[in-house]
């Protein structure tokens, strides 16, 4: 059977692997949520906007005789990464997810863990502070909550209304960043605590090192809960598991 492969992307991984899978002449499309209004070129069909639940992706997969589904989605996008291990499970399609190391704190670092964007908002009600929100657009409403704090917030697209947060600056910008730059930017605004989720791999992880030289307390997210799947921890390893249906295990 020809692989016809279906990969849910919209991270540095995703991007790498679709490279790798261009590269082979292998037929894929690369699915984004549509988070994105100016996504980065990928040398692979594109399609963008939501399956509408299980049972549209289900209907999805077959439609399209998807042969491979490859969730290579953000570590937080969990209700997507649920979904497809269900509709693969209806299905019969084999399923493998490209997934990047959490990050891990160290003796040098400062952090409050909080399982979810909730016990990040309750970790801000104390007095007055300047927080570096790296946490995306779709959550900042849940920190009006704690107006009292003057927020940095960095997005990859400009805010189409104001965020509801009575005092924030906003820095349009898409990583991957460096260290030197994000305590450039910490320093410039003054930050005093960052919150994070915890995304792992390399392309986010510099705003975490410079909390870490600068000596600012991380309040970090946990990851959410994800039915177990079979993972693959670099591009190189779905192409073998694709090639020779190599069973990486859960």
């Known amino acids: 059977m020809t692989p016809n492969i279906l990969l849910l992307g919209g991270t540095t991984e995703a991007a790498s692997l679709a490279r790798a899978l261009a590269a082979t002449g292998l037929r894929a499309t690369v699915s984004l949520a549509g988070r994105v209004a100016r996504p980065a070129p ?120 104001p965020p509801p947060l009575p005092r924030h600056r906003v820095v349009v910008d898409r990583g991957p960043f460096g260290l030197e730059g994000d305590m450039a930017l910490m320093r410039a605004h003054g930050t005093e605590i960052v919150v994070s989720k915890n995304a792992g791999g390399t392309g986010a992880f510099a705003k975490i090192a410079a909390a870490r030289a600068l000596g ?18 670099a591009p190189e390893e779905v192409l073998r598991w694709l090639g020779h249906g190599a069973d990486l295990g859960v």
């Open 42 to 161: 990928l040398p692979l069909p594109l399609r963008v906007g939501g399956f509408g639940g299980v049972a549209g992706l289900v209907d999805h997969l077959r439609a399209e005789g998807v042969t491979h589904v490859v969730d290579a989605t953000h570590p937080f996008a969990a209700q997507m990464s649920a979904n497809a291990a269900a509709a693969c499970a209806e299905t019969g399609v084999p399923l493998i997810a490209l997934t990047r190391a959490e990050w891990r704190e160290t003796g040098d670092d400062r952090w409050v863990r909080v399982p979810d964007i909730a016990g990040a908002v309750a970790a801000l009600d104390r007095p007055a502070a300047r927080v570096f929100l790296a946490v995306g657009r779709m959550h900042l409403a849940a920190f009006a909550a704690r107006p009292q704090h003057d927020y940095l917030l960095r997005l990859v697209d400009a805010p189409v209304s």
């Open 216 to 233: 600012l307390p991380v309040i970090m997210i946990d990851r959410p809960a994800v039915p177990p799947r079979p993972e693959a921890h």
